[in-house]
């Protein structure tokens, strides 16, 4: 009743436009706008989400400080001038290296290969390569394999988990010199371009050609599509496209000791022997450089429509999500869930007004792309009215253009700056079932109130416990916001988060991988089994142990 | 102008019914009939497509004649009545062992475990095992690796390479019996199922939940979904819900030495670690036995719709096929070709009526499935307008209902069973890059005709080379049909056919894998690196080598 009640108001405020044709051709230029700006330059780009970190330090500090456990693997040579004059000699060109040793300014030039952009982890290392093909990335491996050399290697260096750059002194070999696009096959909408390809880049050029990456994420402007694979790059288009396990087609390699394996297939069907590439993707780099990728690439669609809704409880979130897929089916593009906790700091930091009248525990965020703009209009319309006749709904409002799809999506995409105007913030990026999605937070907010550490005042070191996250992917942020470190804090999370999540089959890394900061908790998402099987395929890859040292296993 | 003059006519054949949404859920209702239709037996089941293979013998032949040159492998221990005795007392039940040298009985009993549907493989097994249970497998293939006996995994055994059927005396261990749903979450879609869970039960159940499974073959009234992960199926479905890299979510397997591999994992996004389950997609049984399942379902569509359509050139079935991709884009869900030569075939035999008045030298079935029945007709009649008035496709015809979907899809289904009335025929199941897709077919047309063996008469042995497939995935079916055994034949077709396909970077095997039949011709796809490296991944699995020997690699 109360739904029928909230009924009228709403619909007038979901009322379609008119000419609902004209206003998405607007959305449409509006978009292509946005797609034709420069691409961001490294400092300005933020990726969506990041995981658990205290407040951010200013100046780094190196991680062999932070982390005084890890010691430097005493089977790695030290680096000599005999190698660098090797390196140099090899590559050429002066701006292909970049040898701390040499000078003071040299060693500022390392120091944004040496540390990570949150300022969370630094190395020592001394020496940056960067080549230019397969080739030398093959040379430079086989060389570093016989000397034993430790080597990072780096793509767009917009990790969130400390696996792109050294812990102490590895060898950057950093990839943003084999950024062309090599091939591109209209009729099959197979792309095939070098590793260091900003992913930008490749998606702006796809859009020239009616196509579209099947992957977004935030840190876009500076990623590459050789570190998207090497991490298994989650982001916002995976409800709709899949991961890159379904996506990529086909990739070439260099392992440890210089071997290159080409398997840069452009076909979507090739059932001959095991499809090793697949290793390589969400390997973070410890098994071989990828050097190039190929990919599947849908085309892009001329309809975009977001909707915004508020509900009042995470059971009728499910409820709409599964409507939401029902009905809206082929053309939903993104699900997101927001808690009210989530919306009120944006509400606190930005001082916006809010898309909705009332507040309700949870909002959603839901977005379609189509190839025909009434259509789409109509289904989402549609679904909007039976899932508020059905009471699952309590509210909810459908942008009428561009400015409005960007307004509503702020409010999603506006949680993690948010935040970190607030203070410090511990971040968790998991998945959990659904059905257990949002209980998290639920407990953990209860846990931390138990412990007298969450409150409104000054006294209490924690601000609040949000949730949010991608709910099509059934991948949650848990943030729990806090205004001054408190050693008891951390105490009353961990291990009690990553126990939660084991007992609940999830996983305590969702999309950002393992990196240095999540290594030692792997047991928490794996079994020994597993864990021993993947320490095998290491071996068998990198026998030596050259590649990003450290991290991951 | 031919096409504008075509127009007319045939678009008053491809007007759509006024009460498209009642014809759409007649459709439907038929469609749920279809399902819900028996699960056909083993013996009445065909696989859509197969691999080259002259006449199908009667009775078959041991494998081991007709391949002389493979050897059993000494250091495989014979089967005592000491190893039966500990099976036996393992698995308890009567019906879990056939023990083919108690009986003549059971020696028939045996037969249809020892030879594939199309009987051109045949082992000489004397024990088959039928586990109940994933500890009942680990605990057999324990056994087996600890005394050096060779066994084959087998699913439904519709397979198209010989890879579920034993070469010599290997154990068949059957997966026939661990065939429950386990789990299904109805938020997710997320299926758990057993791995001898037949394909069409497991599709059956989710149909009644609303989803679908995210695959479909011919065999799927017999094929199991282990063997479905273990052979990477591809199908029908693929175009629009991707490989089974990108769908299966986890799953468990026990290794040679009855580890059992827990890697159930239920959720979409999961980055912690090696993605070991990938390398057990498409492994074919050599380096585990997958034991259960986990996989995304998506949700089933309301509506379906098929058209059917000449094209006077490949190039304009090319861009039939990219409009395709952008006018229905997110709604289609196949794009089939048949060449003029496969549909006189199915003509010849069946005297069936042709759903076109004229004959071209290209037809395509177009399938889309959406959640809407109204906006799906809508796209698809402004498509076919679009490409006949563009002169892209010379004529076309839209299914009415049901009967009229089944008997387009008529045309493209009974070529294979046209082809075997007809006599022998040498098959290769290919995957090319779109833009030759349709050379290799010419080029081998033309090599048979200059050999002299290809005419209308008797006094030739190749009647026609036809070409058809899943366009839509790059994947081709060349077809050689012979009126007799000739040896000419094979030695003008090999190696030309593979070299041509290696030439051009595709795929010897799209989509049914290597089993015995491809396990040589590998290095036509694949560089002795990638195989190299794939054989430390046997070595690292299955060092004993037990698991489906003389097969794969």
Redesign the interface.
């Known amino acids: 009743m109360a739904a029928r009640q909230q009924l009228t108001p709403v619909l007038r405020r979901l009322q379609l436009p008119r000419a609902a044709a004209n206003i998405n051709r607007t959305r449409q230029a509006a978009l292509q706008q946005s797609l034709s700006r420069p691409v961001r330059c490294l400092s300005s780009s933020r990726p969506r989400c990041f995981h658990q970190t205290t407040a951010v330090a200013a100046t780094a500090k190196h991680t062999s400080e932070t982390y005084p456990d890890i010691q430097r693997d005493a089977r790695f040579a030290q680096l000599t001038p005999e190698h660098v004059a090797y390196f140099r000699g090899l590559l050429g060109s002066e701006s292909a290296v970049i040898d701390g040793a040499t000078s003071s300014d040299a060693a500022d030039d390392i120091e944004p290969f040496n540390s990570d952009w949150m300022r969370k982890y630094r190395g020592h290392c001394r020496l940056v390569l960067k080549p230019s093909s397969t080739d030398e990335v093959s040379q430079i491996l086989r060389y570093c394999n016989d000397n034993m050399l430790a080597v990072v290697p780096q793509g767009g260096n917009t990790g969130l988990v400390g696996g792109s750059v050294p812990v102490f002194d590895e060898i950057v070999v950093n990839m943003s010199r084999m950024n062309r696009i090599l091939e591109f096959?209209?009729?099959?909408?197979?792309l095939v371009a070098e590793a260091g390809c900003i992913l930008e880049v490749a998606d702006q050029f796809l859009a020239s050609k009616?196509y579209i990456f099947p992957l977004d994420l935030g840190a876009k402007g500076s990623c590459h599509i050789g570190g998207n694979v090497s991490?298994?790059a989650?982001g916002l288009r995976?409800l709709r496209y899949?991961?890159l396990?379904?996506?990529v087609l086909g990739l070439e390699a260099v392992l440890a000791d210089g071997?290159?394996?080409?398997?840069l297939?452009?076909?979507?069907?090739?059932?001959?022997?095991?499809?090793?590439k697949?290793?390589f993707?969400?390997?973070e780099g410890t098994?071989g450089i990828v050097t190039k990728v190929s990919i599947q690439c849908?085309?892009r669609?001329a309809a975009q429509n977001v909707a915004f809704f508020g509900l009042e409880s995470f059971d009728k979130v499910?409820q709409a999500?599964?409507e939401a897929?029902?009905?809206?089916?082929?053309?939903l593009s993104a699900f997101e869930l927001m808690d009210e906790g989530s919306q009120a700091l944006v509400r606190q930091v930005t001082n916006n007004k809010r898309p909705l009248e009332s507040q309700y525990p949870f909002y959603c965020l839901i977005e379609t792309?189509?190839?025909?703009a009434d259509?789409d209009s109509?289904?989402l319309a549609a679904f909007l009215e039976d899932v508020m006749e059905k009471g699952i709904v309590a509210d909810g409002t459908l942008a009428q253009d561009e400015t409005q799809i960007k307004s509503l999506w702020a409010w999603r995409e506006g949680i993690t700056e948010a935040l970190s105007h607030l203070g410090g913030t511990y971040k968790y990026d998991v998945?959990?079932?659904?059905?257990d999605l949002y209980q998290l937070v639920e407990d953990t907010r209860a846990r931390v109130d138990e412990a007298g550490l969450l409150g409104d005042s000054d006294e209490f070191p924690v601000r609040a416990v949000v949730g949010y996250g991608?709910m099509g992917?059934?991948?949650l942020h848990l943030n729990v916001s806090t205004r001054r470190m408190d050693p008891r804090v951390e105490k009353v999370l961990e291990p009690f988060v990553y126990e939660w999540i084991a007992e609940r089959?999830?996983?305590?890394?969702?999309?950002?991988?393992?990196g240095l900061m999540?290594k030692k908790f792997?047991g928490y998402?794996?079994?020994p089994?597993?864990?021993g099987?993947?320490k095998?395929?290491?071996n068998?890859?990198d026998p030596k142990g050259i590649l990003n040292p450290y991290k991951?296993?």
């Open positions: 096959d209209e009729v099959s909408g197979a009616g991490t298994n989650g995976l899949g991961s396990h379904g996506t071997t290159v394996v080409d398997d297939c452009k076909l979507r069907k090739n059932n001959t022997g095991y499809d090793l697949q290793l993707i969400g390997a098994i849908p085309q669609s499910q999500f599964r897929k029902s009905q809206l089916s082929e053309i792309s189509g190839s025909n259509h109509e289904k998945s959990i079932p659904v059905k991608h992917d059934a991948n089959q999830g996983s305590i890394s969702a999309e950002h991988g393992l999540k792997i998402s794996r079994n089994t597993m864990v099987l993947m095998n395929i290491k068998t890859f991951y296993l």
